[in-house]
């Protein structure tokens, strides 16, 4: 079991890494990475661990590939795409299929913008980080990792039925709140 403090901590060294990894293109060391964040690299490596990446012959590598991702209907360790658009700034085509309907649903997208969504009316599924605190005052900002894509607002509830804490959001509206939540991640002295 986990605590909340360290929870918190793991998305913030999570996030660190994702952006000096550009998204796991370049590994970099722990000792870099803990540095950067202004902690022990023995507390990085553990809370590396926590969040689910691999740290092969010191080096943070970001993959993923033996994870619960793995197995079907699992949304633990799933990439957010948004988070990485905003950590690389690069753009991201996301190429997915409803899982209500089975239509296609297509995302074209950069930080700061949507360029394109089809159907118009496509949503993110969003499931609810628990126990991370982005509480910043007024700015607080949810912690929400995206999970799926679906046709609709409409297709879309049933996995709202099933999780409770999650939100169904436009592309847009997603994106938006995405840029809120890395403004108050990187608002964090240590980041």
Not at 27 to 43: C, F, H, K, S, Y
Not at 51 to 63: A, C, K, P, S
Not at 148 to 165: K, T, V
Request: glycine residues 6%; contains cysteine.
């Amino acid at each position: 079991m986990t605590t909340r403090t360290d929870r918190t901590a793991a998305v913030r060294i999570a996030w660190a890494a994702t952006k000096l990894t550009r998204a796991g293109r370049h590994p970099i060391a722990i000792g870099r990475l803990a540095a950067t964040v202004g902690m022990d690299p023995a507390e990085a490596h553990r809370l590396m661990d926590l969040m689910g990446f691999v740290i092969r012959d010191g080096l943070v590598v970001m993959d993923r590939g033996s994870r619960p991702s793995e197995r079907a209907g699992s949304d633990r360790y799933r990439v957010d795409l948004f988070l990485l658009a905003v950590a690389t700034g690069e753009p991201v085509h996301a190429d997915a299929v409803c899982p209500a309907t089975g239509a296609r649903v297509r995302v074209h997208f950069t930080r700061a913008h949507v360029l394109s969504v089809d159907p118009p009316h496509a949503v993110v599924a969003a499931s609810r980080l628990p126990g991370i605190d982005l509480a910043l005052g007024q700015d607080y900002v949810e912690a929400l990792v995206c999970t799926r894509f679906f046709a609709s607002r409409e297709a879309a509830s049933g996995w709202l039925l099933e999780n409770i804490d999650g939100r169904v959001l436009s592309v847009p509206d997603y994106l938006a709140h995405t840029r809120r939540m890395v403004a108050a991640l990187e608002a964090w002295p240590t980041i």
